[in-house]
């Protein structure tokens, strides 16, 4: 918990970074910092992607589609919380001189739009209209 809290005051005084370990290659900061922008980008498809199924799809029944653009609202929130911790982490440890750190949340993501790419093939096959 406290590696957590300690984590999250990162969030918002990146500069504190700068007062672990020794500063990385460069190369290897800006790779970090793409790949948040890569993390945030999907977080953005994620979101515009459940407004789309909210907005666009007035036909489905109120709960299904209400479930769908939840869970693609849900996948984006989490996605960008995601992106600004995971590159947190991943600065001091490089800075640190420690391995990366691992995560389970790729894979969590994946199932997310999985589920709700199954349900929306469910959708289309047999039109799920409300009524």
Known sequence: MK???QSLRLWFAPQRIRDEGDTPDYRFSLANERTFLAWI????ALIGGGFAVDQFLPGLAR???AGLAFGLLAAGVLCALRAVNHWVRCER???RGEDLPVSRFPTLLGLVV???AVAMVVVVLFGWEGR
């Open 93 to 95: 440890a490089m800075r």
């Open 41 to 44: 980008r999907t977080a953005l």
């Open 3 to 5: 590696e957590f809290v």
């Open 63 to 65: 709960g299904v589609r």
């Open 114 to 116: 999985a589920v709700v």
